[in-house]
């Protein structure tokens, strides 16, 4: 089992400042190599609890695997994960009442309200959060919580030259959407901090509802990019008469946790005096490592 990432919060100054030690990672290359590809692809997602259509699926394509119903499986998984945070998870943490997780029939009603979409524009988003239709409350909620500018990461974003680099970068489902007029602007008036975040998980959802996803890539250096819950996913393999050669993988969570990386940045960003929310905002973040959780008083920090 992966060892606990350590995160300690302290003050510095009016703001807070997060040092993070990650966790032993699982040695994935030494359980892969020297395994034919169809073993390699299975073994994969089953080391882990989470995101493991993301993980098969990219597995599969690095390996020159043939894809079946990865794509029905994705859609679903990252669905249900978005769906998860959306009605339960951040609603409990905001303090909203609770509300019946939605069925199947009527996800994008309770996403949405009766318009059952993603409102497109920046004035008929705002007129939805008027009418607190579906998740409009959760949103309205993390507006109320987070003022412009609080717990903003403003980083490089992830493109397929930069997937399998473990340096500091926007990896995250939002991005995905970045260029959609609602979280253009957000990004303006509040940042890329939980608002826009959340937002984006919310139009993520929408697109796995519509199909409109992006696919599975395959680029020419033998890496696959693959959509997950908290980001795009990036696995490289090479094998030799069936059997794997070489296996390199980066996901999300490798980014978040990175030095100035995502969850550095957005805990610089959120004031001493709110740091009560650090926990809200590393859910919101969404590491899919285990995470152990410190918060230090400044006179503890001094002491220590």
């Known amino acids: 089992m992966q060892q606990a990432a350590q995160i300690i919060i302290t003050n510095r100054g009016a703001s807070l400042a997060a040092t993070i030690t990650a966790g032993t990672p699982l040695p994935i290359d030494a359980l892969l190599l020297g395994r034919p590809l169809a073993e390699a692809a299975e073994i994969l997602p089953r080391l882990f609890n989470l995101c493991r259509a993301a993980q098969g699926t990219a597995a599969r394509l690095a390996l020159g695997l043939p894809l079946t119903d990865q794509a029905e499986m994705l859609r679903s998984e990252l669905l249900r994960d978005h769906m998860l945070k959306l009605f339960l998870t951040w609603p409990a943490l905001l303090g909203l009442p609770p509300t019946p997780f939605p069925k199947t029939a009527e996800i994008a009603t309770a996403l949405f309200g009766p318009a059952a979409r993603m409102p497109q524009t920046p004035i008929a988003f705002n007129e939805w959060l008027d009418a607190a239709q579906g998740t409009a409350p959760l949103l309205t909620a993390l507006r109320e919580t987070f003022a412009p500018g609080e717990a903003v990461a403003t980083l490089p974003e992830t493109t397929a030259a930069t997937a399998l680099s473990l340096a500091a970068q926007e990896n995250?489902?939002?991005?995905?959407?970045?260029?959609?007029?609602?979280?253009?602007?957000?990004?303006?008036?509040?940042?890329?901090?939980?608002?826009?975040?959340?937002?984006?998980?919310?139009?993520?959802?929408?697109?796995?509802?519509?199909?409109?996803?992006?696919?599975?890539?395959?680029?020419?250096?033998?890496?696959?990019?693959?959509?997950?819950?908290?980001?795009?996913?990036?696995?490289?393999?090479?094998?030799?008469?069936?059997?794997?050669?070489?296996?390199?993988?980066?996901?999300?969570?490798?980014?978040?946790?990175?030095?100035?990386?995502?969850?550095?940045?957005?805990?610089?960003?959120?004031?001493?005096?709110?740091?009560?929310?650090?926990?809200?905002?590393?859910?919101?973040?969404?590491?899919?490592?285990?995470?152990?959780?410190?918060?230090?008083?400044?006179?503890?920090?001094?002491?220590?």
């Not at 030799?240 to 960003?269: C, K, W, Y």
């Open 172 to 304: 995250s489902p939002a991005l995905r959407h970045s260029g959609h007029p609602v979280l253009q602007s957000l990004e303006i008036t509040h940042g890329r901090g939980p608002l826009w975040r959340v937002t984006g998980r919310v139009i993520d959802a929408e697109a796995c509802l519509s199909g409109t996803l992006p696919a599975p890539q395959l680029l020419p250096d033998g890496t696959a990019l693959t959509p997950a819950s908290r980001g795009t996913y990036a696995v490289r393999a090479r094998s030799e008469n069936g059997r794997v050669t070489a296996f390199d993988r980066v996901t999300p969570t490798d980014h978040l946790l990175a030095a100035n990386g995502m969850l550095q940045a957005s805990i610089a960003t959120l004031p001493a005096a709110k740091r009560s929310l650090a926990s809200l905002v590393l859910d919101i973040l969404d590491p899919c490592t285990p995470i152990t959780l410190t918060q230090v008083m400044a006179e503890d920090a001094e002491n220590a």
